[in-house]
């Protein structure tokens, strides 16, 4: 449970965001953190789960185009994010370098632009200048850059401003972020006069 923007207590749905779908087993990734979020009184949404029925509606293709899945697949997505109290994002180093996935960094930025609330869990967050782990040197100025003198942001964040400052950031996995925000949710609701979430009400 959570105090809604309305000042409604309720069980707050969540999009759980990041690269797991894209892994072997990444349906039972996410039927795994849907489980795992009911026992922190959240309504998890794994990305591919069947849409719901409300007032988002689904993309219907014009034809069998690779464009026409890709806008099915992108209004999906979005819908599930227009449905959702909060976003929980995986932001650990994907495939293709040493940041976060692209995708799950576009629906974190629509999540905090639609006022979500926003949470994201990395295996290390020690500043991002430390977890660079490819060639880096400093430049003339001093500060630091890797092999091709792109500079490397030195803010004492484990990533870029745009995903420490408006998210909750914690050190573990998907369970250890669901903790964080129980756990907020719970001091909201002390503080505003109702018990906190208890699991065996479930």
């Keep these: 449970m959570f105090i809604d923007k309305n000042g409604i207590v309720r069980r707050?749905?969540?999009?759980l965001a990041g690269p797991d779908m894209f892994w072997p087993d990444g349906m039972e990734i996410g039927a795994g953190y849907v489980e795992m979020?009911?026992?922190y009184g959240i309504d998890g949404i794994f990305?591919?789960?069947?849409?719901?029925?409300?007032?988002?509606?689904?993309y219907t293709p014009q034809d069998n185009s690779q464009e026409e899945l890709e806008k099915?697949?992108?209004t999906h997505d979005m819908n599930q994010i227009y449905r959702?109290?909060?976003?929980?994002?995986n932001l650990n180093d994907f495939r293709r370098g040493q940041e976060p996935d692209s995708g799950t960094a576009f629906e974190c930025g629509a999540a905090w632009a639609l006022g979500l609330r926003c949470?994201?869990?990395?295996?290390?967050?020690?500043?991002?200048?430390?977890?660079f782990s490819a060639a880096k040197h400093r430049s003339a100025e001093g500060r630091w850059a890797d092999e091709n003198c792109y500079v490397i942001e030195d803010r004492?964040?484990?990533l870029n401003l745009y995903f420490g400052v408006p998210f909750t950031v914690v050190q573990g996995n998907m369970e250890d972020a669901m903790k964080r925000a129980r756990a907020d949710f719970d001091r909201e609701l002390v503080a505003?006069?109702?018990?906190?979430?208890?699991?065996?009400?479930?």
Excluded: C, N, W
């Design 192 to 202: 505003a006069g109702h018990r906190a979430f208890d699991p065996e009400q479930i």
């Design 12 to 15: 707050p749905v969540a999009y």
């Design 84 to 89: 959702s109290d909060m976003i929980i994002a």
């Design 47 to 58: 990305p591919p789960d069947p849409a719901r029925e409300d007032q988002y509606r689904e």
């Design 156 to 158: 004492g964040l484990p």
């Design 72 to 74: 099915k697949i992108f």
């Design 119 to 131: 949470y994201a869990f990395l295996t290390d967050i020690r500043p991002l200048v430390e977890r």
């Design 37 to 39: 979020s009911h026992r």
